[in-house]
């Protein structure tokens, strides 16, 4: 029988997650509440139910082999209720659910870093609920200082950079963390793999660039521009956290570069990662496979670099509005363009991306803007 794949979550990660298993004969099943989940495109099935929703995790368990995860703004519940099947042995949960407990908060996951002897920023967690930070909370901090939601921020969402006490007034809502600013000449990510077997694969570190005022992610390139030196810090960073977690699957490490040329770990995703789409063209194994094989129980592929490579997000630059597709390809650009098909942009959502690969990482950089202007173009100045 063909295994089957559940995966909570069912957003564009989601969505070539599936793609993948497709293609290695996995039967897979998407967990998500939204109506028209960007997955739906390539899942088997959809089963509708939230990240906290017990009944439709319990339908999602009685329906397949192994548990992943496209998110991990995951229910405490329903996260308990994944241990248990996975302790009965009615499904492997990969990677398993108490890592997801642990890194899916900010303040348990820096906790585990600090515990871990890995290099991260300090910081203070507060817990309470209804906790509003004072000039006291303040203190021990240079300034700027970042305030972080714990769960469930996403694309710089739950990030708030204070710079003096006028920015408390607009402070974030809810259980939260506040954490020094971390100087820095760039940000990196490294995208690892680990696979049942216990064997690790680091992909080429990547570059990240982030929207200034937004900090949500605009551009990702590889090479990355490190020295030697650096790229060997990354992966033995990377191969530290995976050993330690003893995780199976992708996982992403985000970090930034000191003046001083220290790598500093901003966080740790358990899952594939908008840093790993250029994956898709520019190497061996795209992080969709890669963590497709390694929670199935399969040998992991090969990670080499096979081309320079630049990834742009497509985000929402309007105001609200019924968005129209964009084609894989447009006049004027080689860039691959990955359109995630969600019906509605919003500012600064994350509605697709495009991958150009070149001889060199400047040729990928500008057929990757060739193609962004030939979105924006398509989508009358709406995205790009
Ligand atoms: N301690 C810090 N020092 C300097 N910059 C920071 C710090 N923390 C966050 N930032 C900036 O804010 C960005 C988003 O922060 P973070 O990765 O914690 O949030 P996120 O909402 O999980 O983002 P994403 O979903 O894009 O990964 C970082 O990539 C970085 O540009
Ligand atoms: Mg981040």
Same mark, same amino acid.
């Given at each position: 029988m063909r295994l089957r794949l559940g995966i909570i979550g069912g957003g564009q990660l989601g969505r070539y997650l599936c793609a993948a298993a497709r293609e290695l004969g996995i039967v897979t099943v998407v967990m998500t509440d939204e109506a028209e989940p960007p997955a739906a495109a390539t899942a088997d099935r959809v089963i509708h139910g939230g990240l906290g929703d017990l009944a439709a995790a319990r339908t999602l368990v009685e329906a397949v082999d192994v548990v992943t995860f496209e998110i991990e703004a995951v229910g405490a519940d329903v996260l308990d209720l994944l241990a248990d099947a996975d302790a009965r042995g009615r499904v492997a949960v990969r990677p398993g659910a108490g890592i997801l407990a642990t890194l899916r908060n900010k303040a348990t996951q820096k906790r585990w870093l600090v515990d871990a002897g890995l290099p991260t920023a300090p910081f203070r967690a507060f817990n309470d609920a209804s906790v509003r930070l004072t000039a006291a909370d303040l203190d021990g901090f240079a300034m700027p200082v970042v305030q972080k939601s714990q769960v469930g921020g996403y694309d710089g969402r739950g990030v708030h950079i204070v710079h003096g006490l006028a920015d408390l007034d607009e402070q974030l809502p809810g259980p939260c963390l506040l954490e020094a600013f971390v100087p820095h000449v760039g940000e990196f990510a490294i995208l690892v793999a680990r696979g049942v077997d216990g064997d690790i694969r680091c992909y080429d570190p990547v570059a990240l660039r982030f929207e200034p005022r937004r900090h949500v992610l605009d551009e990702v390139r590889v090479p990355a521009g490190l020295s030697e030196a650096e790229v060997a810090t990354c992966r033995a960073l990377a191969v530290r956290c995976m050993e330690r977690l003893g995780g199976v699957g992708v996982f992403a490490l985000e970090l930034f570069l000191t003046p001083h040329g220290e790598i500093v770990i901003n966080e740790i995703s358990p899952r594939v990662h908008n840093a790993g789409h250029l994956t898709l063209e520019a190497c061996a194994t795209s992080q969709f496979e890669q963590h497709v094989r390694a929670v199935a129980g399969l040998p992991l592929g090969p990670v080499a670099l096979q081309a320079p490579a630049v990834m742009r997000n497509l985000l929402w *630059?309007? @105001?609200p509005a019924p968005a129209v597709p964009v084609p894989v390809r447009l006049a004027g650009s080689t860039a691959h363009i990955y359109w995630y098909d969600k019906s509605e942009g919003r @500012?600064? *959502?994350?509605?697709g991306h495009l991958t150009a690969c070149g001889p060199t990482v400047e040729v990928a950089g500008r057929e990757a803007e060739a193609g962004c202007a030939a979105v924006l173009a398509f989508t009358d100045g709406a995205c790009g």
């Amino acid at each position: 029988m063909r295994l089957r794949l559940g995966i909570i979550g069912g957003g564009q990660l989601g969505r070539y997650l599936c793609a993948a298993a497709r293609e290695l004969g996995i039967v897979t099943v998407v967990m998500t509440d939204e109506a028209e989940p960007p997955a739906a495109a390539t899942a088997d099935r959809v089963i509708h139910g939230g990240l906290g929703d017990l009944a439709a995790a319990r339908t999602l368990v009685e329906a397949v082999d192994v548990v992943t995860f496209e998110i991990e703004a995951v229910g405490a519940d329903v996260l308990d209720l994944l241990a248990d099947a996975d302790a009965r042995g009615r499904v492997a949960v990969r990677p398993g659910a108490g890592i997801l407990a642990t890194l899916r908060n900010k303040a348990t996951q820096k906790r585990w870093l600090v515990d871990a002897g890995l290099p991260t920023a300090p910081f203070r967690a507060f817990n309470d609920a209804s906790v509003r930070l004072t000039a006291a909370d303040l203190d021990g901090f240079a300034m700027p200082v970042v305030q972080k939601s714990q769960v469930g921020g996403y694309d710089g969402r739950g990030v708030h950079i204070v710079h003096g006490l006028a920015d408390l007034d607009e402070q974030l809502p809810g259980p939260c963390l506040l954490e020094a600013f971390v100087p820095h000449v760039g940000e990196f990510a490294i995208l690892v793999a680990r696979g049942v077997d216990g064997d690790i694969r680091c992909y080429d570190p990547v570059a990240l660039r982030f929207e200034p005022r937004r900090h949500v992610l605009d551009e990702v390139r590889v090479p990355a521009g490190l020295s030697e030196a650096e790229v060997a810090t990354c992966r033995a960073l990377a191969v530290r956290c995976m050993e330690r977690l003893g995780g199976v699957g992708v996982f992403a490490l985000e970090l930034f570069l000191t003046p001083h040329g220290e790598i500093v770990i901003n966080e740790i995703s358990p899952r594939v990662h908008n840093a790993g789409h250029l994956t898709l063209e520019a190497c061996a194994t795209s992080q969709f496979e890669q963590h497709v094989r390694a929670v199935a129980g399969l040998p992991l592929g090969p990670v080499a670099l096979q081309a320079p490579a630049v990834m742009r997000n497509l985000l929402w *630059r309007g @105001p609200p509005a019924p968005a129209v597709p964009v084609p894989v390809r447009l006049a004027g650009s080689t860039a691959h363009i990955y359109w995630y098909d969600k019906s509605e942009g919003r @500012p600064w *959502r994350k509605m697709g991306h495009l991958t150009a690969c070149g001889p060199t990482v400047e040729v990928a950089g500008r057929e990757a803007e060739a193609g962004c202007a030939a979105v924006l173009a398509f989508t009358d100045g709406a995205c790009g």
